[in-house]
């Protein structure tokens, strides 16, 4: 079991930067591919960004690709997603999640096991 908890959504102006948090408690990261996910009001669950078990390998949709980065610190049990140039769009609840599923199913979220309660973003024009 993994316990997952995000921390560092806000409010930011566009243009600005957030830096968003996700420390995971009962297992260890590593052993799992971490994604970052996430929901406007009325819209479907969306892929941010995934980091793979083994860590040499990022997936981003292109909607974020180039302004967004995720990274991990083993040491701290903990993933980031760093998020640059912040446009009104990437306003969402964003939810980091935790799997052991196959590279189909890297940006699905039936490809993760275990869920953070999520973590407000609003990105003000």
């Known amino acids: 079991q993994v316990q997952l908890v995000e921390s560092g959504g806000g409010l930011v102006q566009a243009g600005g930067s957030l830096r968003l948090s996700c420390a995971a408690s009962?297992?260890?990261?590593?052993?799992?591919?971490m994604g970052w996910f996430r929901q406007a009001p009325g819209k479907a669950r969306e892929f941010v960004s995934c980091?793979?078990?083994?860590?040499?390998?990022?997936y981003y949709p292109d909607s974020v690709k180039g302004r967004f980065t995720m990274s991990r610190d083993n040491a701290k049990n903990t993933v980031y997603l760093q998020m640059n140039s912040l446009k009104p769009e990437d306003t969402a609840v964003y939810y980091c999640a935790a799997g052991v599923g196959s590279s189909y199913a890297y940006t699905r979220t039936e490809g993760y096991n275990y869920w953070g309660q999520g973590t407000q973003v609003t990105v003000s024009s």
């Open positions: 009962g297992r260890a990261i590593s052993g799992y591919n």
């Open positions: 980091l793979t078990s083994s860590g040499t390998s990022t």
